[in-house]
């Protein structure tokens, strides 16, 4: 019997004022992360043709509010679970108040652990630790119907960990955060500079090079820079970094298969 290729992964936002991506099987659909208002997730998920309604819940890889400051919302309104460490839990609530200033609760949330497989639906999905500094930071990669789909933003750089789990996926989101170069020479504050650049920082575009250079299997059939900075980086400056570093791999892409998320529209979905 032929398999069906229902996989399908649909970056709503991304970049440091909001992070959103739908990931979907042939049965389930899961939001990673909504750092974006209530309101504007909904808007973007029905202007890719997505029902709202139809999203069964939403994993948090850390507690930064652009990957999480539309969840409590969302959940309510969608009446969905989120998906969350405890510890990211606990920073999520100390960070978090409601207007008039107590802490905020989410009514229904499953708590997951880094290194520990669990299941959503037909989706499986394994959480691993990265390093950034929010108190347990993740990425994730997705397994259903036979495709491996990887997703890894907000790393200051690629330990071996991270290097390994990210083996065998079909399609990849990594993070292309900023060029060292503009960064350096940009407006930030040298101690957000210095954060950015940290070990527990950003990726950059010279460090995904040297992933991709080093480590990368080349069997992915989409690669997906992602949470770009709009001060510090230049999308035709992530892209040929990228493309140089692909060398020879560079014709597995054909022309569309190399893909920039981006901040304020959603990347055409991507099905596998
Ligand atoms: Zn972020
Ligand atoms: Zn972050």
New binding site residues.
């Given amino acids: 019997m032929l398999a069906t290729m229902a996989v399908s992964v649909t970056v709503l936002a991304s970049g440091s004022k909001g992070n959103c991506t739908l990931v979907s099987s042939s049965t389930t659909r899961l939001l990673i992360d909504a750092g974006l208002s209530c309101r504007e997730v909904m808007r973007r998920l029905l202007l890719c043709g997505e029902d709202p309604c139809a999203v069964d819940a939403v994993l948090v890889t850390?507690e930064?509010s652009?990957?999480v400051g539309g969840i409590r919302v969302l959940a309510r309104r969608l009446k969905i679970p989120i998906y969350i460490t405890d510890a990211t839990y606990q920073a999520y609530q100390r960070s978090m108040r409601d207007a008039n200033g107590n802490r905020i609760a989410l009514d229904r949330r499953e708590h997951f652990r880094s290194g520990t497989r669990f299941q959503v639906g037909d989706i499986s999905i394994m959480p691993f630790t990265i390093p950034?500094d929010?108190v347990d930071?993740v990425g994730f990669t997705l397994s259903a119907d036979g495709i491996k789909i990887g997703i890894c933003t907000?790393l200051g750089y690629m330990p071996p960990n991270v290097r390994d789990h990210l083996r065998g996926c079909h399609m990849l989101m990594i993070e292309s955060n900023h060029d060292l170069e503009l960064l350096r020479g940009g407006p930030y504050p040298w101690s957000v500079k210095q954060r950015v650049m940290s070990n527990v920082g950003h990726l950059s575009n010279d460090a995904l090079a040297n992933f991709l250079t080093s480590d990368y299997d080349g069997g992915a059939e989409f690669l997906i820079l992602a949470h770009l900075s709009e001060q510090n980086n230049h999308p035709e400056i992530a892209r040929t970094t990228a493309e140089r570093a692909l060398g020879d791999q560079r014709s597995l892409f054909l022309q569309n298969r190399l893909m920039l998320a981006a901040q304020h529209e959603p990347l055409a979905a991507v099905r596998l």
């Fill in positions: 850390h930064h652009d990957h950034h929010a930071p907000d």
